[in-house]
């Protein structure tokens, strides 16, 4: 954790944690424009710790990411047992 200017700037695996979260719906609000992007450290994003909580609030839902895992696994099972056949 970073702090500059009263904020607290994280890494997006930092963030991920913090929040309880993976770090791939915080790559996709980077890409829809969501999140702003406040620097890099090496390969890794610098984001805003109170942006980030605050965009969870508005657009996380809890309910949806366990759909989607749930989807996902379908998926898995069934690619593996197409592959058996």
Do not use: C
Request: hydrophobic share 35%; aromatic share 10%; net charge positive.
């Amino acid at each position: 954790m970073v702090r500059l200017y009263g904020k607290n700037f994280v890494t997006i695996r930092e963030a991920a944690r913090e929040l309880g979260i993976s770090t791939t719906p915080l790559v996709y609000a980077i890409r829809r424009k969501e999140l702003k992007v406040y620097g890099i450290v090496g390969t890794s994003y610098l984001i805003d710790l109170n942006e980030a909580q605050a965009w969870k609030a508005r657009n996380y839902s809890e309910e949806h990411a366990e759909r989607v895992r749930q989807r996902w696994e379908r998926q898995k099972r069934k690619r593996k047992r197409s592959k058996a056949s």
